[in-house]
């Protein structure tokens, strides 16, 4: 039985191996270009997931700086509810003292100052008289002074009040300008989970 030749010529086999050997080397460049958009990716997203981890750690920072600026604020306030307190003290006080003079005043003035005149009647020797003049005008004095002790006081009090209530308003601002800046980390906190997200999708795509 005559068996019937076959149309594949050498030539023929030339060509196919040729081709083939061309498919091959046209795969082995699209391997190598997932291996390199892989590499990028994976590279991007621990890139991203670094600056992810730092913003996080910057956020921390700053939450806790204005927690402690808080706590001052709130310190501040009680030192100004006790330093009000103790000012309306003293008014009081100071009311009462000044009071006390004025009655004083006004019953030696109603009596044609009588302490004096009692003074001269009372007094059996010059020596006594200087002696009871000495303690009455001591007495006024004292009470004077009195008056003047709980006017400083009162003063040193209400500067230190106005110092608490300037400082109060320093650490206001500072905590108002920290809350900005939390809101804008928030924001960044947010876009760069975003970006590590779409990374992380991507990466897993190539893989």
Known sequence: MQHKRSNFSRRDAVRLA??????????QPAAADTTTELSSAQAQLAAAESQLGAIADEYEVL??????????????????????????????????????LSQSVADDY???????????????????????????????AEQERLIRDVQDEHAQLESERDELSRHREELQE????????????????????????????EVRDLL
């Open 174 to 201: 500072v905590s108002r300008l920290q809350a900005e800046q939390l809101e804008a980390m928030r924001d960044k906190q947010y876009e760069a989970q975003q970006l590590v997200d779409g990374l992380d999708a």
């Open 18 to 27: 040729a081709l083939t050997g061309s498919s091959v080397l046209w795969a």
């Open 110 to 140: 109603k009596d044609g100052n009588r302490g004096v005149v009692d003074l001269v009647l009372g007094s059996a020797t010059i020596e006594e008289f200087i002696s009871g003049l000495y303690y009455y005008q001591k007495v006024t």
């Open 63 to 100: 939450s806790q700086q204005q927690s402690a600026t808080l706590d001052d604020l709130d310190a501040v306030e009680t030192d100004i509810e006790k330093v009000s307190a103790s000012i309306a003290d003293t008014e009081v006080r100071l009311a009462d003292k000044q009071a006390l």
